[in-house]
């Protein structure tokens, strides 16, 4: 266990009139800064085959600022173009190695986002986030809910407005690990379902709660109505907007749904058992919706970071191990079982089985057998890292 933790906070915030209109110009110039490297980086590599670094642009960028057609870039805090351009590096980065597309110009109407430095040396920021208040330097202090607040003043914050126009701070902050809650001998294995969000070895099921079904239902609802409208027309952005806003609220009600359950899941039990999936390999097959839109990536990240603050293990087992194919009574493997087939019995000792039960119940005995003290190597789950922004 390590001595301090990173722990991400995220937190929706209401700026004033005066700090939005700062916030805007602070989004604005970033934009700008984000498409003008863009433009420079893309003309060179166009060209002549070369490849011009951040650092490179920024140097432009500050003599742009001396002079005075563009010595509105000053008026903003230094930092908000050098964070932007390192986001642009990093977005670079990941499309040389194949692990993003080519970088993007930012536009106005989608989601907008700074990074800012706060100064640890500044006593009073630092006072400012003691006493609960999300403080930014040139912002002040803004009106927020909805998220932990961190006991210390992070060294950067993220500010995002997205494209349903709400604000909130993301940071990064090291700290101790929150208290454990007791050790227990409690295991679980969770098949993470298509029908369903997953289903436990115990049987249990966990399903998608019915308030955030009905909220799926008005977007979805929303977003015919969208598409019917004349694209551009008053109506049509009104719909829009409407639709952004339902969208957000989805996203909120399903993360706070999965806080919860994995919440409980890292209380309940000492061993938390997964599969191992690949969501980058599936979201080439037709099953990539599904994997979309139950948030499996979301709900691995948040069982990892839970289990490590609550010094649980979280094991992922192969996910080429026949979890599915293998009776959990007697251990026969099947060839495989189709994914139309929900129920089945086994041929050799006669159990029936529920698919998605009896995957969970091997998924949980796999790992069991991993543990030390088990026949195999313990595949740790790498630690939840925060959501970067999206560069
Ligand atoms: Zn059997």
Redesign the pocket.
């Known amino acids: 266990m390590p001595s301090t933790i990173q722990r991400s906070y995220r937190i929706r915030i209401y700026p004033n009139a005066d700090q939005r209109a700062v916030l805007n110009r602070w989004f604005g110039t970033a934009r700008w800064a984000w498409n003008h490297a863009l433009e420079r980086r893309s003309k060179a590599y166009r060209r002549r085959g070369e490849s011009v670094s951040g650092v490179d642009v920024s140097r432009a960028i500050t003599a742009l600022k001396k002079t005075t057609r563009y010595n509105w870039l000053t008026e903003v805090p230094a930092g908000v173009i050098v964070q932007k351009l390192r986001d642009q590096d990093r977005a670079f980065t990941n499309f040389f190695s194949g692990r993003a597309s080519y970088p993007r110009f930012r536009k106005r109407s989608s989601a907008q986002s700074v990074r800012v430095q706060i100064d640890q040396r500044q006593h009073r920021a630092l006072s400012r986030w003691a006493n609960e208040d999300v403080f930014v330097p040139g912002l002040g202090a803004m009106r927020w809910r909805n998220g932990a607040h961190p006991a210390q003043a992070p060294k950067m914050v993220t500010i995002r407005r997205d494209a349903a126009g709400r604000y909130f701070v993301t940071a990064m902050v090291e700290e101790a690990p929150a208290k454990r809650p007791a050790p227990t001998n409690k295991s679980v294995g969770i098949d993470l379902g298509l029908k369903s969000l997953a289903v436990l070895s115990t049987g249990e099921v966990l399903a998608n709660p019915r308030h955030l079904r009905a909220k799926e239902r008005r977007l979805r609802r929303a977003q015919r109505a969208l598409s019917r409208k004349r694209r551009g027309s008053g109506r049509w952005h009104r719909t829009r907007r409407s639709v952004a806003r339902l969208h957000a609220r989805v996203a909120d009600t399903r993360a706070n749904h999965l806080h919860q359950l994995t919440r409980r899941l890292v209380d309940e039990n000492q061993v938390i058992a997964v599969e191992d999936l690949s969501v980058k390999g599936l979201a080439r097959t037709r099953l990539a919706k599904s994997v979309h839109d139950a948030g499996w990536g979301e709900f691995g990240r948040q069982l990892a970071y839970k289990a490590e603050w609550a010094g649980r293990q979280l094991v992922a087992i192969d996910r080429f191990a026949p979890s599915t194919r293998q009776?959990?009574?007697?251990?026969?493997v099947r060839a495989a079982v189709p994914l139309s087939t929900r129920r089945w019995q086994?041929?050799?000792?006669?159990?029936e089985?529920d698919r998605d039960i009896n995957a969970a119940v091997n998924i949980e005995r796999i790992a069991l057998e991993q543990l030390p003290g088990g026949t195999g190597e313990v595949k740790r789950v790498e630690s939840g890292r925060p959501r970067g922004e999206a560069a």
Do not use: V
């Open positions: 009776c959990s009574g007697c251990g026969h086994c041929p050799e000792c006669g159990a089985h």
